[in-house]
């Protein structure tokens, strides 16, 4: 896969240039408050690129500027990917000054149709913290089915925190459903 592409966004894949970029997403602030995250030091995240195999399918999002210039916006991908099993992991970072725009939504709208129409996934799943409301309501409006809680799963800023597992099965996913919500 090369690029996947809309009027505002194109997801392209992850390369060694963008590594500063994603460890400073992975630092934000306001990232940080919402997602489960690990934290990485740059040889870290250079272990990481490097430890990709063809299972793992990140990429970078790119905001469409009016004046036709392009602007990272985060990332996403799809990892673990079993060909056998048709089934993969999502995850999910949108640049603070690029969410509430409907970005997030239509980047994964994008991913998922690759993953169930070219990659042939029968399902698609992910977890998010119970207790963010915003990423929740996201996930139902994709078609997320949530599968079960982990209670006190994750230590985070200080408390155990809850966790939502949930998945998305082919036959369950509507993308034109979930591009209404795009603004």
Known sequence: MRVLESDRLILKPVEETDLQYLLDLRWDAEIVNYLIHEPLSYSDQIKWFNGLTK????LLLWVKQPDGSLERGGTIGLYNINQRHQ?????LRIDDKFQNKGFAVESAVMMFTYGFEILNLNKITGTLFANNPGTVKMHKKLGFTNEG???DHYYHQGAFKDCVYVGLLKRDFNKENALKYVK
């Open 55 to 58: 299972k793992d399918m990140p």
């Open 87 to 91: 089934n993969a992991i999502w995850k």
């Open 149 to 151: 809680l982990l209670r």
